[in-house]
């Protein structure tokens, strides 16, 4: 076809059609210059002439720009073009969304689609809006990077008729944008937000005839954002429909929220409002529909939104009760009293009346009364006037809409409420759901409003698209020429201008007598004129306007009071002095609602003025109000960068992708989209890059085009040579721009060009293969001659040896028959013979086994009969001999209790018990004296502070005098009573303590009691009737607690020391001026006085409370100490002292290793006698120590007193206050840190006492260890003192680090938090673990599990915090990681599982453990190992995320593959960014850092797996969200990439680790996109090749299938039907998902390596500062 002549033969074209709209033709005879006919061929086959009128038919596009993603690329551009490349996109591959400009198109499938899930979120997330298929959230995240990147507010601009998907694409777009910019300080804000979908869809949706879930009112809802985190949002509404609560037409609903509190009257809160069906309600029940939802769940989502928005149960249940009364108020009756009509009234008795006042607490009488009659008011009286039955009843209707309005309002208050940010919000994102063009067979006030809305919206969009075209003009450097485009700036001056529709209106509801009737006169005078307006032909109150749409005709009745929104003020004044306090709530913010005193009626009189009421004339309109929100809603839009989402319905019957042609027409030309078309058409709508144009025309440049270097200048000799007119294109800066139809042109050029390649190619082939063919044939043929000649020969040679043969064969035949006849003989008799022995035998058998079994049996009952008799001879002896030696018992017992009554005996027992008990109480009285002393000290001390407590006050006082009063009397005086509230809970805190005092005190002296009733007992023993065990167990006894008594005699007197001084310390300050609160007249100093003095007081408190706990830690060590010796004594004396043997085996031996352990014993309370005296001194010591802090305390106060002489102010006073408690806050750090100390020492003690009772044991084994046991004993109070390092027994393996318990931190901190990794050859990466376990070995060593289970718990929490402040260093998480496995397999390798000793060596069971139990260790560790692969897995997604769909998809690893589609319209023609050898090299790097660490090829292999299973989720997520990427070449350049990843893999021996079977979802994917795709064998084969892929996934890949031009055909949809069927069949588990979820984790195996290091092996670096240590 040439350039002149588009419409010759073969051109499509489209002609129109009374059913499809639009319907496709063929020119069968080229188009000449004044032909009248146009003859064509129909799709069936049919001819037609078409005539010709003024202009030619529209042609059709190219078939490869057919269901473009983008109308706007299409090469003409004209309203079929746009409907068949929508019907395409939608019937064929389901794409309910497709771009036209700025326009994104979104068709309502009425059928939910699998799009919407978080990993389309996350896939559509950080991308350009034309890297992915048309989205929802393709134009969200390109609102959200606009606003990022530019600091701008954006505006998405959704409309379109009802049930069109405005209310779900703005559901959508809210999640999108809640989900990228999460929540930032409210972490529940993103929550909220969606919690209001719920709520403004029970309240403002309803069901229509065209919509189950129509929204009923208009809404913009503002999403406020800082540094790209969403901080709040606030929704303003628009017109609600308030008439829908009143009125609903046939097969419509009134609002959900009314059918849900119906559907759910059961519930026990809900019962008082004596709710029913939601047919017993004049309100719900004028439909008479019934929709598939279910309401009381609805109610549910509903009440959980208010809870998540703030809103209280309270609240909510009497929003509710005003509802319930609004549906009760339709059911109030209403009767007229004569047939005139001149009055009406209530039935008496009204259920629904009664119940209508009860829940909202008003009186019954009165809204009988209102809603009847109306109050008018006259120069000289007031009056009631009684109203018609009808005007009643449109009271009572007003009345429920205007109480619905105020609840709504009241509603989204709340909301706003809940959604506002304190913080506030820097940039914004609006979403605009707002009703679309409308025009139906009636329209009234509600359509006119719609509409007026729609052409502002419409002017506002005119206005964006010109300016974009201008831009990107401008932009490429190109002659801007004005593009005439259709204004509709008349049409809004018809409406909203001076004397226009609505101030017509405006001044008709202000006339007394104003009509709808005498209104249409006046607009009929009035603009008749006018080209947007009309007056109908019909006789009627209506008028006609010319909107951009369409013309509309408005039926004028009811224009007036609808403007008017007129409510009786009596029942509104009823409802504000209503005992609810939700209802009073919402009448009082209506303080300028559009309440009135005339009824709904007409009037018959002329009200005077002062009938008229002072807030009429400051009432606004309904249209004024929606005018003035209108304006301000324009002023919003156009401070922000406006993107738009139109919505289509795509038929009535709501059925799942049906397309109507002439509905979705209907939408086309008035949502706006076919104005852009035109717009965009009338200049240069097809615009590609240079890089773009020289790879996909390739074909058409000649070769001198080809060799330049610059594709500018390339493609602007080809485009000169191809197109001939220069004013077809225009060469920009870095596009070339095309007019409509030469895109198709070129498009056709390649397609010949590349024909005539095929041609020529297949020419050459054909050739070739001939010639192959005719070679083969002839080599055939002589072949066949030669084979034939010699197998005549053989044939011939085989007839001679078959006639040989035959002879040799009857021979030996005949010898075969001969020797079978006897062998089967032979074989007969052997058989009968075997058969006969056997029967013989076995009957012999069984009587031998009879026999057998007989003589068992009597053999047993014979030995049980003996065994009977044996028992009871033997019971009989043994009861015999027990009771004769009881008998001698009884005789021995008494012989011992009389020997033990003897007194020399009792005199030889208790040698040495009266020296002892002497000196315990002289110990007594020194202490006693000591006690006296320290207690006149303090006294002493006590008296000399109270008189400089008593100085301090004088001085305090001459200060008052001489100082002036300040301006902050009253903040002193606060303060004056915070302070006396603190001394009052100090004063009760110290009585508290005195009563603590006493009572240690009573129980010093029930002590001192005890001990003298013991010593009486001892020295003065009665005979009586105890025995020798009791005596020496009260020795022990007393030998054991008599330490522990004295410490607490020493403790309650230190406690009685400490807490005689606060009473004098306080006593000045309780004696002072008893009204510190007044606050009047009271000087500054004397308040600063007080407060000094507080605070001196708590610091002295704080000092004496820090005394206390470490006396009563060193008391409880000291207890810890004594138990090691209580254990010797307990354990061992009694043996030392032979008291355990009888009194006849005692020899001269015993008496001396008696005589040995009493001096033991005496060493041993000869110590604790002067442990207790140590720290007898100690605690005096401490006590001067008070003493002199005491004095350091008062010199500070007068030197504060001196810098308050000397500053006049309180600055100073706040000053050396926090000074005074930085003092005491370091106190408390010292106490923590003491506190810390003590429980060391109790693990150290612990440890010992361990150690005792392993030297006890020595000892019970020989004799040398018990003078080791002695030694130890002695030695034992020096030990306690300090901290060692415990040396392990000899003969025990030595491969261990000896440590000591505060050396803890020191490990942690050179091992892990510190911790280098050495790099060398030689370098170990587990060091750190086997360090750790040196240390653990250790401390096995010493039977110390708690300090094993503290380092062990100090490296984990060591190595997360690490983690956590290095989390996205691979390395670093991969040593970790390594060295947690490694710890882990050292306890699993020297622990108590002998299965995993299997592999060790001698050496290596040596060093096992032997007391430690650290299971729960291992467990923690197991646990911190899963925890960081999981983030080393995170990790390496993080770094391989940015680079998969570049290197697997986007990157041209084959060369040339990329032309055989034209690129995008949107697409940028970039290079990617990264490669597939990049990705394999930081795959590689991955597997080598692992290796480097030491970690096993197992944890290697799963992280692999894992990586590669996001690799081909990822792939596979973007190829089914790009509907480019699904075609032929693509499907090459995949597989080749995913053979490349595979060959990767068998290069480096990963073939057997798994990971090749993350790829085979790919590898189908690919396999798919190249197969055959036309014949039901085709199905067939795709069936069983895709095994691995769900069904949705082969059915999105088929339908997002892209043919090559001109060498395939599009998929067809019968096919894509059979494969879906057949693959349901085949996986009949139920549907499955259609994007991967990649954020899916493998669990992860971590196996026990044993390590082949010897522990005495280890060598640690001199970098690693370990010297604290001693290796062992």
């Keep these: 076809m040439a350039a002149g002549r588009p419409y010759g033969q073969g051109a499509r074209v489209w002609i129109p059609d009374c059913v499809h709209v639009w319907r496709a033709a063929e020119i069968t005879k080229g188009y000449e210059e004044g032909d009248s006919v146009l003859q064509l061929r129909l799709e069936d086959g049919s001819p037609l002439a078409y005539p010709l009128g003024s202009q030619l038919p529209p042609l059709c596009n190219p078939e490869c720009l057919s269901g473009k993603d983008d109308l706007v690329a299409l090469s003409h551009l004209h309203e079929p073009a746009v409907l068949h490349s929508l019907r395409v996109r939608f019937l064929e591959a389901n794409a309910i969304y497709t771009y036209c400009g700025i326009i994104l198109v979104a068709i309502n499938p009425y059928k939910p689609l699998p799009i919407y899930e978080e990993e389309v979120i996350y896939a559509y997330s950080g991308r350009e809006m034309g890297d992915m298929d048309p989205h929802i959230f393709a134009l969200a995240e390109e609102a959200y990077r606009q606003m990022v990147r530019f600091g701008r507010n954006q505006s998405l601009i959704i409309s379109g008729e009802s049930g069109a998907g405005k209310t779900a694409s703005a559901k959508y777009a809210m999640r999108y944008f809640t989900a990228v910019g999460g929540g930032l300080g409210d972490s529940s804000m993103e929550e909220k937000v969606l919690a209001s979908s719920p709520i403004m869809e029970a309240f403002g949706n309803a069901k229509t005839t065209r919509n189950d879930n129509s929204s009923r009112f208009g809404k913009y809802i503002e999403i406020g954002f800082s540094h790209a985190r969403v901080m709040g949002a606030t929704i303003k509404t628009y017109l609600l429909e308030k008439s829908r609560v009143t009125f609903q037409a046939k097969a419509e609903r009134n609002y959900h929220i009314f059918y849900q509190l119906c559907a759910s009257a059961a519930l026990p809160e809900l019962r008082g409002l004596h709710l029913r069906g939601a047919e017993t309600f004049y309100y719900t029940q004028q439909g008479r529909c019934s929709v598939g939802t279910d309401d009381a769940s609805d109610l549910d989502s509903t009440r959980l939104a208010f809870s998540l928005l703030g809103v209280p149960e309270a609240d909510q249940l009497e929003l509710f009760a005003i509802l319930a009364a609004i549906l ?52 000289g009286e007031t009056y009631l006037k009684p109203l018609t039955r009808q005007q009643a009843l449109d009271s009572r209707d007003a009345l429920a809409k205007h109480m619905y309005g105020q609840v709504f309002r009241w509603m989204t208050s709340r909301v706003n409420r809940a959604l506002r940010s304190p913080e506030g919000h820097h940039t914004s994102i609006g979403i605009l759901d707002i009703y679309g063009f409308e025009m139906f067979d009636l329209n009234s006030f509600e359509q006119f409003c719609i509409n007026y809305a729609n052409e502002k919206l419409q002017q506002l969009f005119n206005l964006h698209v010109f300016k974009l075209e201008q831009e990107e003009y401008v932009a490429e450097g190109i002659p801007w020429v004005f593009i005439d485009f259709c204004d509709n700036q008349p049409c809004i001056e018809l409406i909203e201008g001076r004397l226009g529709v609505l101030d017509l209106l405006n001044e008709e509801c202000k006339m007394p007598q104003g009509s709808d009737g005498s209104w249409a006169q006046k607009l009929y005078q009035t603009h008749l004129g006018s080209s947007h307006f009309q007056k109908p032909k019909r006789p009627t109150d209506a008028f006609v306007v010319c909107h951009f749409a369409g013309k509309v005709e408005y039926q004028c009745n009811g224009f007036v009071e609808k403007n008017r929104d007129t409510v009786p003020e009596e029942l509104v004044g009823l409802l504000r002095a209503s005992k609810s306090a939700l209802l009073t709530e919402l009448f009082l913010e209506d303080g300028d609602g559009p309440t009135s005193r005339r009824s709904s009626g007409p009037r ?103 060799v330049g270097t610059d594709a500018k200048q390339s493609c602007s000799l080809a485009l000169e040579r191809l197109l001939k007119d220069p004013s077809t294109y225009r060469c920009g800066k870095s596009k070339v721009f095309f007019r409509a139809g030469q895109v198709a042109f070129l498009e056709e050029q390649r397609c010949r060009r590349v024909r005539a390649a095929c041609t020529l190619l297949q020419q050459h082939l054909r050739g070739w293969l001939a010639r192959r063919r005719f070679g083969r044939v002839r080599a055939a043929a002589v072949c066949l001659q030669r084979y034939t000649r010699g197998m005549l020969a053989r044939r011939l040679t085989a007839e001679l040896r078959r006639s040989r043969a035959a002879v040799v064969l009857q021979k030996n035949v005949r010898m075969m028959l001969a020797r079978r006849s006897y062998l089967r003989v032979r074989r007969a008799a052997l058989t009968i013979q075997a058969f006969s022995r056997g029967m013989f035998a076995r009957c012999l058998y069984r009587q031998m086994v ?152 009573q129980g010093y002296e029930n002590l001192r009691d005890e001990m003298a009733f013991h010593r009486q007992s001892t020295l003065r023993r009665s005979p009586s009737s105890e025995s020798f065990l009791g005596s020496e167990s009260s020795y022990l006894s007393s030998m054991s607690t008599a330490p522990s008594r004295d410490g607490s005699d020493l403790q309650a007197e230190g406690l009685e020391e400490r807490w005689q001084s606060p009473p004098e310390v306080l006593q000045p300050h309780l004696m002072g001026d008893p009204t510190p609160n007044s606050g009047v007249g009271q000087d500054p100093f004397e308040k600063a006085y007080l407060l000094l003095l507080g605070q001196l007081n708590a610091v002295t408190e704080e000092l004496a409370r820090t005394r206390e706990e470490l006396r009563r830690s060193k008391a409880s060590m000291e207890q810890e100490e004594k138990k090691p010796l209580d254990f010797l004594k307990r354990r061992n004396i009694a043996e030392m002292l032979g008291l355990g043997r009888s009194p006849e085996k005692a020899v001269g031996e015993d008496l001396k290793h008696a005589y040995d352990a009493v001096q033991v014993a005496n060493k041993l309370l000869v110590s604790q006698l002067q442990e207790e005296k140590q720290h007898h001194e100690e605690e005096v010591e401490g006590l001067h120590l008070d003493i002199r802090s005491l004095k350091q305390l008062s010199q500070q106060q007068a030197a504060l007193i001196q810098d308050l002489q000397q500053h006049q102010g309180q600055e100073g006073l706040q000053h050396h206050i926090v000074r005074l408690k930085e003092e005491n806050w370091e106190l408390s750090q010292k106490l923590e840190k003491q506190e810390r100390t003590t429980l060391k020492l109790q693990k150290q003690l612990r440890t010992y006492t361990k150690q005792i009772q392993e030297f006890t044991g020595m000892y019970l084994h020989g004799k040398g260890g018990y003078r080791a046991m002695k030694k130890e004993a002695t030695a034992l109070g020096q030990e306690l003192g300090a901290s060692p390092i415990v040396l392990p027994p000899s003969g025990l393996p030595q491969a261990m680090l000896a440590w000591r318990l505060e050396d803890e931190g020191r490990i942690i901190k050179a091992i892990i938090t510190d911790y280098r990794p050495q790099s060398g050859s030689g370098a170990l990466p587990e060091l750190p673990a086997y360090i750790l376990f040196l240390c653990i070995r250790h401390a096995d060593c010493c039977c110390d599990e708690p300090r094993a289970r503290s380092l062990l718990d100090a490296a984990v929490n060591a190595i997360k915090r690490v983690m956590k402040k290095h989390s996205d260093d691979f390395d670093v998480v991969a040593l970790w990681l390594a060295n947690t496995c490694q710890l882990l397999n050292c306890l699993r390798q020297y622990g108590r599982d002998e299965s995993c000793h299997q592999g060790n060596t001698a050496q290596q069971n040596e060093h096992c453990l032997r007391y430690l139990d650290l299971q729960g260790s291992c467990c923690s560790l197991g646990a911190l190992a899963v925890q960081l692969y999981q983030q080393l897995v995170r990790t390496a997604e993080k770094c391989l995320k940015p680079m998969i769909v570049a290197a697997m998809l986007e990157s041209e690893t084959i060369q040339g593959l990329s032309s055989s589609c034209p690129p995008s319209h949107r697409r940028s023609s970039t290079p990617p960014a990264h490669t597939l050898p990049e990705l394999l090299q930081q795959l590689g790097s991955f597997l080598q850092a692992l290796e480097l660490h030491g970690l096993s090829p197992a944890v290697g292999h799963q992280l692999l797996r894992q990586l590669l299973f996001l690799i081909s989720g990822t792939t596979l997520n973007y190829l089914l969200l790009r509907k480019d990427a699904c075609s032929w070449s693509r499907g090459i350049q995949l597989r080749y990439n995913v053979s490349q990843v595979e ?5 480096r021996g990963l073939q057997q680790s798994g990971a090749r079977d993350m790829l085979e979802p790919l590898v189908q994917a690919a396999q798919l996109l190249q197969v055959k795709k036309a014949t039901e064998e085709d199905a067939g084969a795709i069936c069983s090749l895709c095994t691995v892929l769900s069904p949705q996934q082969v059915v999105k890949i088929l339908r997002s299938y892209t043919p090559t031009a001109g060498l395939e055909e599009r998929v067809s949809p019968a096919l894509i039907s059979s494969v879906e069927k057949r693959l349901q069949e085949q996986q009949a588990e139920g549907p499955g998902q259609l994007l991967v979820d990649t954020s899916h984790l493998f669990p992860v195996h971590l196996p026990f390596t044993p390590s082949p290091l010897h522990l005495n092996e280890l060598r640690i670096p001199d970098t690693v500062d370990l010297t604290f240590l001693v290796r062992l």
């Design 604 to 706: 018959s009189g002329r009200p005077s003025r002062r009938s008229m009421p002072g807030t009429q004339k400051s009432k606004k309109s309904i249209s004024s109000q929606f005018k003035s929100s209108l304006r301000r809603l324009m002023e919003t839009l156009g401070s922000t960068t406006p993107h738009y989402v139109r919505c289509i319905k795509p038929n009535d019957s709501k059925l799942p992708f049906v397309f109507d042609s002439r509905r979705a027409v209907e939408q086309l030309r008035a949502c706006g989209v076919l104005e852009t078309i035109r717009i965009s058409a009338a200049g240069y709508p097809s615009r590609w890059t240079y890089q773009e144009f020289f790879e996909r025309y390739r074909a058409l440049l000649s070769r001198e085009e080809l």
């Design 850 to 1001: 009879q026999h057998q079994k007989a003589v068992v049996l009597q053999a047993a009952v014979r030995g049980w009969l003996v065994r009977q008799r044996y028992v009871r001879l033997r019971r009989a002896v043994l009861y015999l001999q027990c009771c004769y030696r009881r008998a001698r018992a009884r005789r021995e017992l008494r012989r011992l209790r009389a020997e033990a009554r003897s007194v020399e005996h009792y005199k030889q027992l208790h040698k040495g018990m009266e020296i002892k008990v002497m000196q315990l109480q002289c110990r007594l009285d020194e202490q006693a004296q000591e006690k006296q002393q320290l207690v006149e000290q303090l006294s002493a001390l006590n008296a000399a502070h109270a008189e400089e407590v008593q100085r301090l006050r004088e001085e305090m006082r001459w200060l008052r005098e001489d100082a002036v009063h300040n301006a902050q009397h009253q903040r002193a005086a606060r303060e004056s009573r915070g302070l006396q509230q603190e001394l009052e809970e100090e004063r009760a805190r110290y009585q508290s303590l005195v009563q603590e005092y006493a009572r240690l005190e």
């Design 328 to 379: 009760h108020l339709g059911n109030v009756t209403i009767r007229g009293r004569d047939r005139h009509g001149d009055g009406c009234s209530v039935e008496p008795n009204n259920e629904a009346l009664g119940l209508f006042c009860a829940l909202l607490g008003i009186e019954e009488v009165q809204v009988t009364r209102w809603l009847c009659h109306r109050k008018l008011v006259t120069a």
């Design 1543 to 1547: 060959q990767w893999l068998r290069a």
